[in-house]
């Protein structure tokens, strides 16, 4: 394939334009780099896999590094009974665990490996323990492309099981995870590490990797497809970036005549790990919090690198910030998988808990239609599956006694 994509950069804070280049931050004023296309008209390529069916509006100038492994295309599915117990009708799930890690960060792994590819990088390096550490590790191990992960000291075993499968050389960090100077350094290091040694460091925030991020927003041209604008949505965050790229998605997508109007977003934080709620709430910019009393695992940031650009995306959609309690975010979880067949981690749920808190508020009147990003797959939080089933027991039966269910009976 030689298909050439045109693309360009610019600055999200200062006037800064350029050409594409080795970048991951302004040259001029060091904020977010902003990324721009040739056309404004959309047009999938069907005949592309995965999420480079919409190639066009992505960073990559070159189809043949694109790497895939089928991620995106996921279901949008309108709630079965959720909606109506709560009357909300038009109340949709984007199913992002339907990805081939199991997370949406599928599609920027699919981006950021195949940019590293095209930028002549030998390998990748990142800090992630979770979803985005595995999306990576996968989509690297399926180029070919040897990895490095920085994990903090006291790891969770069963999320770091899945990014070892894949293969990358891993190590933790003695004190990483609780002691912000360590925090500071490592990031240093690796970055220098990274330019010496011609690798790739890959952050799931704009602020840090804005090519791959671009990856993200392919959820908001989906759902276009799939439903037309929604009028509200409600994501997930954590650093901010899936929030602050759906909101560039959905621009794209009314800019190439999908939608004629833009959704409302709502950034949906949980109570004890929220800066950008109180800083949305307050009417300021952001400031990193103290510490994380939330033990929704995911979106436990204390600075979170794209808060500016969340709050910016809050302010031009006319849209809100809410935190919910831990309790409400595991009732929605259990709700999702016992009354919508929906099995998602707690950092998923959370959307729909805010959505109950802003129905009950009278927030959201019952007419919109609201479409709730659902972020990963509930096999992604072991201790959050062992919570669900928690109480229930499994009682031992001889085959001759499942008869004794006839009358209807179930124990
Ligand atoms: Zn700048």
Same mark, same amino acid.
């Given at each position: 394939?030689?298909?050439?994509?045109?693309?360009?950069?610019?600055?999200?804070?200062?006037?800064?334009?350029?050409?594409?280049?080795?970048?991951?931050?302004?040259?001029?004023?060091?904020?977010?780099?902003?990324?721009?296309?040739?056309?404004?008209?959309?047009?999938?390529?069907?005949?592309?896999?995965?999420?480079?069916?919409?190639?066009?509006?992505?960073?990559?100038?070159?189809?043949?590094?694109?790497?895939?492994?089928?991620?995106?295309?996921?279901?949008?599915?309108?709630?079965? $009974?959720?909606?109506?117990?709560?009357?909300?009708?038009?109340?949709?799930?984007?199913?992002?665990?339907?990805?081939?890690?199991?997370?949406?960060?599928?599609?920027?792994?699919?981006?950021?490996?195949?940019?590293?590819?095209?930028?002549?990088?030998?390998?990748?390096?990142?800090?992630?323990?979770?979803?985005?550490?595995?999306?990576?590790?996968?989509?690297?191990?399926?180029?070919?492309?040897?990895?490095?992960?920085?994990?903090?000291?006291?790891?969770?075993?069963?999320?770091?099981?899945?990014?070892?499968?894949?293969?990358? &050389?891993?190590?933790?960090?003695? $004190?990483?995870?609780?002691?912000?100077?360590?925090?500071?350094?490592?990031?240093?290091?690796?970055?220098?590490?990274?330019?010496?040694?011609?690798?790739?460091?890959?952050?799931?925030?704009?602020?840090?990797?804005?090519?791959?991020?671009?990856?993200?927003?392919?959820?908001?041209?989906?759902?276009?497809? &799939?439903?037309?604008?929604?009028?509200?949505?409600?994501?997930?965050?954590?650093?901010?970036?899936?929030?602050?790229?759906?909101?560039?998605?959905?621009?794209?997508?009314?800019?190439?005549?999908?939608?004629?109007?833009?959704?409302?977003?709502?950034?949906? &934080?949980?109570?004890?790990?929220?800066?950008?709620?109180?800083?949305?709430?307050?009417? $300021?910019?952001?400031?990193?919090?103290?510490?994380?009393?939330?033990?929704?695992?995911?979106?436990?940031?204390?600075?979170?690198?794209?808060?500016?650009?969340?709050? $910016?995306?809050?302010?031009?959609?006319?849209?809100?910030?809410?935190?919910?309690?831990?309790?409400?975010?595991?009732?929605?979880?259990?709700?999702?998988?016992? &009354?919508?067949?929906?099995?998602?981690?707690?950092?998923?749920?959370?959307?729909?808990?805010?959505?109950?808190?802003?129905?009950?508020?009278?927030?959201?009147?019952?007419?919109?239609?609201?479409?709730?990003?659902?972020?990963?797959?509930?096999?992604?939080?072991?201790?959050?599956?062992?919570?669900?089933?928690?109480?229930?027991?499994?009682?031992?039966?001889?085959?001759?006694?499942?008869?004794?269910?006839?009358?209807?009976?179930?124990?």
């Amino acid at each position: 394939m030689s298909k050439q994509i045109m693309f360009s950069l610019s600055c999200t804070t200062c006037d800064w334009q350029g050409a594409d280049a080795d970048l991951n931050a302004c040259p001029r004023c060091g904020a977010t780099i902003d990324l721009h296309y040739a056309t404004t008209a959309i047009v999938p390529d069907d005949r592309q896999p995965g999420i480079w069916r919409y190639a066009d509006h992505l960073p990559l100038a070159d189809l043949q590094y694109a790497v895939s492994l089928g991620e995106g295309n996921t279901p949008l599915l309108r709630a079965a $009974r959720i909606g109506d117990g709560i009357a909300l009708p038009e109340l949709y799930f984007k199913i992002e665990g339907a990805n081939p890690t199991g997370s949406y960060k599928d599609r920027i792994a699919a981006v950021g490996i195949a940019r590293l590819q095209a930028l002549g990088k030998r390998a990748w390096a990142a800090t992630s323990s979770g979803n985005a550490g595995a999306a990576i590790a996968a989509y690297a191990a399926r180029a070919g492309v040897p990895g490095y992960l920085f994990t903090v000291e006291k790891y969770a075993k069963a999320k770091v099981a899945q990014i070892l499968a894949y293969g990358p &050389q891993a190590w933790a960090v003695e $004190r990483l995870g609780y002691d912000p100077a360590v925090e500071e350094a490592t990031w240093a290091n690796i970055r220098h590490l990274c330019a010496a040694n011609q690798w790739l460091m890959l952050v799931t925030a704009r602020a840090f990797s804005p090519h791959a991020m671009e990856g993200a927003k392919t959820i908001a041209y989906e759902v276009c497809q &799939q439903m037309g604008a929604p009028d509200v949505v409600y994501v997930p965050v954590g650093g901010g970036g899936l929030l602050s790229a759906s909101w560039k998605g959905f621009v794209e997508a009314k800019a190439a005549g999908w939608i004629e109007r833009l959704p409302r977003m709502v950034a949906i &934080q949980a109570q004890g790990c929220d800066a950008i709620t109180q800083a949305w709430q307050a009417g $300021r910019p952001l400031q990193p919090i103290p510490g994380c009393s939330s033990a929704i695992s995911g979106i436990q940031l204390t600075a979170p690198p794209d808060g500016d650009l969340v709050l $910016r995306a809050l302010r031009e959609s006319a849209g809100w910030a809410l935190s919910v309690p831990d309790e409400a975010t595991y009732q929605a979880q259990a709700a999702l998988a016992s &009354q919508e067949g929906l099995f998602v981690e707690p950092a998923a749920a959370i959307t729909l808990a805010a959505v109950r808190a802003d129905r009950a508020s009278g927030r959201l009147q019952g007419h919109e239609r609201v479409a709730c990003w659902l972020t990963g797959s509930g096999f992604k939080d072991a201790t959050a599956v062992q919570r669900m089933s928690e109480g229930r027991t499994i009682a031992p039966m001889r085959a001759a006694d499942i008869l004794s269910l006839l009358g209807g009976q179930s124990s």
